[in-house]
């Protein structure tokens, strides 16, 4: 099992989880199809506290 976990804190200052699939290339095809509303959503949610490493 592959889940989906939302690049944030909740208000209980938990990982948001979004999704769970069986098969990896699933769970990667979801995030794509859901990109926009998890960024609305990640928006609307505490920062993580550690520091996320640049995408090159």
Do not use: K, N
Request: charged content about 15%.
């Amino acid at each position: 099992m592959f889940s989906v976990y939302a690049h944030c804190r909740d208000g209980s200052g938990g990982r948001p989880w979004l999704h769970t699939t069986a098969l990896v290339h699933s769970a990667v095809a979801w995030t794509i199809q859901h990109a926009t509303e998890i960024r609305y959503f990640i928006a609307g949610c505490s920062p993580e506290p550690e520091v996320r490493p640049p995408i090159r």
